[in-house]
């Protein structure tokens, strides 16, 4: 059981290039979020799904696209990269709507913008 | 705004000592407070929660205080080992709707052999 996989676990980019980062889950979660961290500043909350279709924005979703075509995947787009989204970013889940049920994250993705 | 305050941000404890970190929280609707645990590379996992209608919960050398009046809760960690060196996380949620997390800042814990 594979759990939260992310890819890829590096990547440099451009000024101005677009990427998309991946995250797919194999427990048949409903409920995907996408954060970042930047150091000493916790996690932030990007984007949520409660389920295939459904995505919300969270506390800061400035710069970033998701999409939830099924249960199992739910890439995070980033259309014009900027210095600013460097980061790492972290992709969860949890099964629903009880929030007692741990979110599990992934590895992370450690993304850098020169 | 910061809903949810985590300090002290980085701790150093002997071996054998308590660990104590601290939160504070403002929205009175939060009615989950997790602690994960972050070892470097790795994502957040789980360590243990509480919900407001018990004042301490333990699991192990873990414990949670938790102060509804005051708006605060606390992870103990007795005997710290260096196996517990790592960065803590408090979080916040409700139980309702679409519920999801605050996290606080985050602690590193190093815990000196």
């Known amino acids: 059981n594979a759990g939260v996989t992310q890819t890829p676990k590096f990547r440099i980019l451009k000024i101005g290039q677009s990427m998309t980062l991946q995250c797919t889950q194999d427990m048949n979660h409903n409920y995907m979020y996408w954060y970042r961290q930047d150091p000493g500043m916790g996690l932030k909350l990007i984007y949520y799904?409660?389920?295939?279709?459904?995505?919300d924005k969270g506390e800061v979703p400035n710069g970033y696209n998701v999409s939830r075509s099924t249960t199992e995947d739910f890439p995070l787009r980033l259309e014009l990269a900027a210095p600013s989204q460097t980061s790492v970013y972290f992709c969860?889940?949890?099964?629903?709507?009880?929030?007692?049920?741990?979110?599990?994250f992934g590895d992370g993705t450690r993304l850098s913008i020169l | 705004q910061q809903q949810v305050k985590q300090s002290p941000q980085s701790l150093i404890v002997q071996k054998g000592g308590i660990s104590i970190i601290n939160c504070a929280y403002e929205?009175?609707?939060?009615?989950?407070f997790p602690w994960y645990q972050q070892f470097p590379g790795k994502g957040p996992a789980l360590l243990i929660a509480?919900?407001?209608?018990?004042s301490e919960k333990k699991e192990g050398r873990f414990t949670i205080s938790f102060n509804k009046s005051a708006k605060q809760f606390s992870l103990h960690i007795m005997d710290s080992q260096p196996g517990d060196s790592a960065t803590y996380f408090c979080?916040?949620?409700?139980?309702?709707?679409?519920?999801?997390?605050?996290f606080g800042k985050g602690t590193m814990l190093l815990v000196s052999p």
């Open positions: 979080a916040a949620s409700r139980d309702s709707g679409y519920s999801t997390l605050t």
């Open positions: 969860a889940s949890r099964p629903g709507q009880i929030s007692n049920q741990p979110q599990h």
């Open positions: 929205n009175t609707a939060f009615d989950y």
């Open positions: 799904s409660v389920g295939a279709g459904i995505t």
């Open positions: 509480i919900r407001p209608d018990v």
